[in-house]
């Protein structure tokens, strides 16, 4: 019986969650429109601003999770993130991992989907923070570049969440604006148990115990360490390589 409760009393948080992302996510779009519509001339203060007020919804977002039961999180290393010239990499196991990052940090400029552009929730939330659209382009390298000069800028470098194998395979080109634009690079191991929120995964089938989130922040990486005697082309190759033994050897338990 107290297992059946616990679980009903998930499911209900869980929903009333997404529920509230929707109707928060639609008062946002209202809210922020104008900075949105304006996104090109804001002014770096008024983007950290916005970020600062989206942020602390999301911090309480997942407050709200928490005390429903749905998840618990542990945080650790975050003093270290924020550093102009910083290129945080963190893994990607689940849906809520740029809010559980953003709301903790939410100074920090951040590399999304494209396709986000298109969703009515998050639109206007993306233009008025500043944040950079994934169009996988040599203006998003030029963009990157621009933007670690005075800023620390979040991507998730798998492009897309991690699989149920738990394996996580990351983009080269994530790595190269690294080592050609950041002054160091910072990977963010992130833990989940039990896996949930997966791509393609309904909110509604919630696992049998609450999810045990746990975010470490790594050593940093220096690029120049890594460009000594090798072109960016090969030493892309091998951080790639390099950091996905490092995120496979952390989380291969989780």
């Known amino acids: 019986m107290a297992k059946k409760l616990n679980w009903l009393r998930r499911f209900l948080s869980t929903a009333i969650g997404f529920l509230f992302w929707g109707v928060a996510g639609t008062l946002l779009q209202l809210v922020l429109y104008p900075y949105a519509r304006h996104h090109q001339t804001n002014s770096l203060q008024?983007?950290?601003?916005?970020?600062?007020?989206?942020?602390?919804?999301?911090?309480?977002?997942?407050?709200?999770?928490?005390?429903?039961?749905?998840?618990?999180?542990?945080?650790?290393?975050?003093?270290?993130?924020?550093?102009?010239?910083?290129?945080?990499?963190?893994?990607?196991?689940?849906?809520?991992?740029?809010?559980?990052?953003?709301?903790?940090?939410?100074?920090?400029?951040?590399?999304?989907?494209?396709?986000?552009?298109?969703?009515?929730?998050?639109?206007?939330?993306?233009?008025?923070?500043?944040?950079?659209?994934?169009?996988e382009s040599v203006e998003l390298l030029e963009q990157s570049d621009e933007v670690l000069k005075e800023q620390a800028?979040?991507?998730?470098?798998?492009?897309?969440?991690?699989?149920?194998?738990?394996?996580?395979?990351?983009?080269?080109?994530?790595?190269?604006?690294?080592?050609?634009?950041?002054?160091?690079?910072?990977?963010?191991i992130i833990r989940m148990n039990p896996l949930s929120l997966k791509k393609g995964h309904p909110w509604y089938k919630i696992p049998k115990k609450r999810i045990q989130y746990e975010l470490i922040v790594g050593e940093d990486i220096h690029p120049q360490d890594w460009l000594q005697e090798q072109s960016i082309p090969m030493a892309s190759r091998r951080l790639t390589k390099h950091l996905e033994d490092y995120f496979n050897t952390h989380t291969k338990d989780n």
């Open 46 to 135: 008024t983007q950290l601003k916005i970020r600062r007020f989206v942020g602390r919804i999301w911090y309480y977002f997942i407050r709200y999770l928490s005390f429903g039961g749905v998840l618990e999180v542990s945080y650790k290393g975050f003093e270290k993130l924020g550093r102009p010239g910083q290129l945080i990499l963190p893994n990607h196991p689940s849906l809520l991992d740029v809010v559980l990052i953003l709301g903790q940090s939410p100074s920090l400029n951040c590399i999304v989907k494209k396709d986000l552009l298109n969703n009515p929730t998050m639109r206007n939330q993306i233009l008025a923070c500043g944040f950079l659209p994934n169009t």
């Open 153 to 188: 800028l979040l991507l998730f470098a798998e492009g897309t969440r991690t699989g149920w194998d738990g394996v996580v395979k990351l983009n080269r080109g994530a790595v190269s604006i690294g080592l050609r634009s950041a002054r160091v690079i910072t990977p963010v």
